[in-house]
């Protein structure tokens, strides 16, 4: 189960835009995420460098918690709202439930939940 202070660092350092810093620091070694139903993508290197080619491709990104994040153990659910814009121009607003299982104080599990059409850019 991880510490409120844990949990605030982690919320924090997403929210000042330091995506691949927060899985680097906040996710075991063998940690998978997963978007929606798809397959997960396994160990934290990889969900860096995943996370790295994401940002790459954008020319900002603004992140913000929408409180309260609910914690039951060793589970999390936090309401995110990213919002995103492209190099080109365009962007999207993407709103999204992260259901995380935490072991101790670092990120074991997390899939992600939202609506796929947000990603359309405009």
Request: proline letters at 5%; aromatic letters at 12%; hydrophobic letters at 35%.
């Amino acid at each position: 189960m991880p510490k409120t202070e844990t949990l605030e660092r982690f919320i924090a350092m997403v929210e000042s835009n330091q995506h691949d810093l927060a899985i680097e620091t906040f996710y075991t070694e063998d940690a998978t995420m997963q978007e929606n139903q798809s397959p997960p993508r396994v160990g934290r290197d990889f969900l860096v460098a995943n996370e790295k080619s994401v940002l790459e491709r954008v020319a900002s990104v603004s992140s913000k918690c929408i409180r309260p994040v609910f914690v039951d153990g060793d589970l999390v659910v936090i309401r995110w709202v990213f919002k995103f814009t492209y190099k080109n121009g365009t962007g999207s607003e993407i709103e999204e439930l992260a259901y995380q299982r935490w072991n101790g104080e670092l990120i074991q599990q997390e899939q992600f939940f939202y609506d796929p059409k947000q990603m359309i850019p405009k």
